[in-house]
């Protein structure tokens, strides 16, 4: 007798659309299609402030007029705490409350209103060790759709866990418009955005994803970030100094435009809403090439 073996589902698809070959890749379900908000997924090296340029980015959206929806997708569920000034509940959290029975959640259980009415989602995530991620953000955006919470958004920001790139964290490039980077002008933090541009490359052939560019965050220069933009195709969207004000807003669980105006946070928050402005208008998709590990070191550090 002949026994035929054949693949798991999800790695036959894999297969068939040659996304992420040689492990299991996680695949958008056409229900998770989050309609026509611009959708942006930020990535980085972890601890390199991408919570704080999330939140800030999404106010600067609200300032603009556009209506915004920020959902943290990291199981430490602290991205939004400057926008609700709380830890607020994830949606695995009240998923286990009605043993995941989608039917039985209204919209306020899991979707709670921030600073300047930026509309604030914790994701969350598996117990370690167990479960993937990407299947907790797939779960998230099919809950915002079923609840109609996606048909009057301008905006949608995935704020990210780190600088993993495995199928299942790198689910929201699925839904994103624009893969975007926040680094520091340091080898650590540009190392991994080389990481995450091989990423999003990876994605873009078979989703409408496409690499907007790199947020610097926490430098007071950037010739670095620029020396790997000239070698690689990567264009520097914005750029935040190392300002103790901004280390104090996360103390104070505050976005920046909450904070004691002085003249150096003014800037940054002009540098914010020039960035929102931008973003909102468009940015031209980018074919950057990630680097190989030895460029890195060869190509960065001091002249």
């Not at 830890?87 to 919209?107: M, N, S």
């Not at 259980?109 to 914790?122: I, K, R, W």
């Not at 975007?180 to 409408?208: E, G, Q, T």
């Amino acid at each position: 007798m002949t026994v035929v073996v054949r693949p798991p589902p999800a790695l036959a698809m894999a297969r068939r659309l040659g996304d992420g070959d040689g492990s299991v890749q996680v695949h958008m379900d056409a229900m998770a299609a989050t309609g026509t908000a611009k959708v942006f997924a930020v990535y980085g090296k972890g601890g390199i402030g991408k919570s704080t340029t999330s939140s800030n980015l999404a106010v600067a959206f609200s300032k603009i007029g556009r209506r915004v929806l920020q959902i943290g997708c990291d199981p430490k569920h602290d991205s939004t705490f400057t926008l609700t000034k709380r830890l607020i509940p994830t949606v695995i959290d009240v998923l286990e409350t009605v043993e995941f029975h989608t039917e039985e959640l209204r919209a306020e259980d899991f979707v709670f209103e921030g600073y300047n009415g930026v509309l604030c989602v914790e994701a969350g995530g598996p117990p370690a060790g167990t479960g993937c991620g990407g299947y907790v953000v797939g779960q998230t955006v099919k809950l915002l759709k079923e609840h109609h919470l996606l048909d009057e958004t301008d905006v949608v920001i995935f704020d990210v866990l780190g600088d993993v790139v495995c199928g299942g964290f790198a689910s929201p490039l699925l839904h994103a418009d624009r893969g975007l980077v926040v680094a520091a002008n340091d080898f650590d933090s540009i190392f991994a955005m080389n990481r995450i541009v091989a990423a999003i490359k990876a994605k873009a052939k078979n989703y409408p994803v496409r690499l907007g560019g790199v947020i610097a965050n926490r430098s007071a220069a950037t010739d670095q970030i620029e020396k790997f933009n000239q070698a690689s195709g990567m264009r520097t969207l914005a750029h935040f100094p190392d300002l103790d004000a901004i280390r104090r807003s996360r103390l104070k669980k505050a976005t920046l435009f909450e904070m004691e105006p002085t003249p150096e946070l003014l800037a940054v928050q002009d540098e914010y809403i020039r960035l929102a402005e931008h973003l909102w208008r468009g940015t031209d998709a980018l074919e950057a090439e990630p680097l190989k590990d030895r460029e890195i070191f060869d190509l960065l550090g001091f002249d």
